[in-house]
């Protein structure tokens, strides 16, 4: 793929992540800043990521984690590391992750998104966002005076 051509395809995937971004925060959830330190973030974390094209993956993807707060996450983290096994904290995280991705695959959909699990044992609890909504309507969010998304020529993505 050339660099210009690279350079639309990544752009693409960072629309379709900052239109995730909007329905996860129009639902209502905390969503992180894109670039934020991870150790600050609780909430929604919506990227684009190119670690699947080391496997062969032509482009990148979109996926969503949720973030506890970090002092639950730390907790986590040490036991964890000190094999304590399935700790109070070790679950607690463990279902709160679980539950928001459910939520999030859920808020998505409803929106129009095909987004499911990301199926990587690596990152269990992540959602994978595969296309957007058609955008020739605004979101359910948006003004009834604002121009419909999709106005610009956008694609669903």
Do not use: C
Not at 99 to 128: C, K, W
């Amino acid at each position: 793929m050339d660099e210009h051509s690279e350079r639309h395809v990544n752009a693409r995937y960072e629309r379709l992540a900052q239109r995730v971004r909007d329905e996860l925060a129009a639902a209502g959830l905390p969503v992180t800043a894109p670039g934020l330190n991870g150790g600050f973030a609780t909430g929604a974390e919506v990227r684009v990521s190119t670690w699947n094209q080391h496997f062969g993956a032509a482009d990148p993807e979109v996926l969503v984690s949720w973030h506890v707060s970090p002092r639950l996450r730390g907790r986590a983290e040490e036991d964890a590391r000190r094999a304590d096994g399935a700790t109070p904290a070790v679950r607690q995280s463990d279902e709160a992750r679980t539950a928001m991705a459910t939520a999030m695959t859920a808020i998505l959909t409803a929106a129009g998104y095909t987004a499911r699990d990301h199926g990587n044992e690596f990152s269990p609890f992540d959602v994978q966002v595969l296309a957007g909504p058609e955008r020739r309507t605004a979101p359910a969010w948006a003004d009834r005076e604002d121009t419909p998304a999709g106005a610009d020529g956008e694609s669903g993505n």
